[in-house]
């Protein structure tokens, strides 16, 4: 059953607004437990919410042999590599900025797309990627044309932009065979299973030492159940309906939720910048789906 446009696009803002927030709920765990320790709790959580929630809904669904390969590769680009690349490079750079850095990924995405799997690039897809990075420019870039970010936080930022790529292009083809639900479930535990040695050795001598408040509770839970496991839903939904480039230009409204929230719950800066940023962001989006339908 073909779903109207308005709920697909729903659901790929729906996607965007629980990673945004990610990017805020993340600066609250932070402050107690290391990046490591984040990941791997947040995949556990989810992984555990995830198999509950099939089990309720009778929705197991078994994997074939023949992909087992394609599911212990898209755990690695996601969560894996892109959690290493992101969480360590929110270590070093604001909520607001690595989610502009994170949105980049559309800029990337139709050339990866045609390369891997022939997806066609319209005219209005990339006139509104254009808009929509020279709005995420205006909200990264201050007024004196500094960049007030650590180039190590960047780095390891761009390294989770390319792994998101990389994931893309794995989940197109699984989306077509397996339930969201499903590849959601696997990816995190396998990716939980992936983190699993680096916790133990790295961080769970400091994890046992640690007693987190309510509020860090609470931030971890929503982590785990809206970021690893919501907006997962969400976005697999999309890419099966409108494609992966179509879907990941969407990732342009990372930074203005989080520029909303960290505003409100981590009190930054929201200048005149953001403001006018964040309405070409918008701008850009709207170009991008002309004449799709």
Request: charged share 5%; no cysteine.
């Given at each position: 059953m073909k779903r109207?446009?308005?709920?697909?696009?729903?659901?790929?803002?729906l996607s965007m607004l629980f990673w945004g927030l990610s990017f805020v709920w993340f600066k609250i765990i932070i402050t107690i437990y290391e990046p490591i320790t984040i990941i791997f709790l947040r995949l556990v959580i989810s992984s555990i919410f995830l198999f509950c929630l099939l089990a309720i809904l009778h929705q197991f669904q078994k994997i074939k042999p023949s992909d087992y390969?394609?599911?212990?590769?898209?755990?690695l680009f996601q969560p894996f590599f892109y959690f290493l690349g992101e969480s360590y490079g929110l270590k070093f750079v604001s909520s607001t900025i690595s989610s502009v850095i994170i949105s980049t990924?559309?800029?990337?995405?139709?050339?990866?797309?045609?390369?891997?799997?022939?997806?066609k690039i319209s005219r209005s897809s990339?006139?509104?990627?254009i808009i929509s990075f020279t709005g995420l420019l205006f909200m990264l870039i201050n007024k004196d044309l500094s960049l007030n970010a650590s180039p190590k936080g960047i780095l390891l930022l761009f390294f989770a932009v390319f792994s998101a790529l990389g994931y893309s292009v794995v989940i197109k083809n699984l989306a077509q065979k397996y339930s969201a639900l499903t590849i959601i479930t696997y990816q995190n535990t396998i990716g939980a299973f992936y983190f699993l040695p680096l916790f133990l050795i790295f961080d769970f001598?400091?994890?046992?030492?640690?007693?987190?408040?309510f509020y860090q509770v609470s931030a971890l839970l929503q982590l785990a159940i809206f970021a690893s496991s919501g907006a997962y839903f969400f976005y697999i939904i999309s890419i099966r309906e409108i494609g992966v480039v179509r879907s990941n230009i969407f990732t342009n409204t990372i930074p203005i939720f989080t520029a909303i929230f960290?505003?409100?719950?981590l009190a930054e800066k929201f200048g005149v910048n953001k403001i006018v940023g964040m309405i070409i962001?918008?701008?850009?989006?709207v170009v991008s789906q002309i004449k799709r339908y």
């Open positions: 109207h446009p308005y709920i697909i696009y729903s659901f790929a803002l390969k394609s599911f212990l590769i898209l755990a990924i559309p800029l990337f995405s139709p050339l990866v797309a045609y390369l891997t799997i022939k997806e990339l006139i509104g990627i001598n400091h994890f046992i030492n640690v007693v987190p408040s960290s505003y409100f719950i962001v918008i701008l850009g989006l």
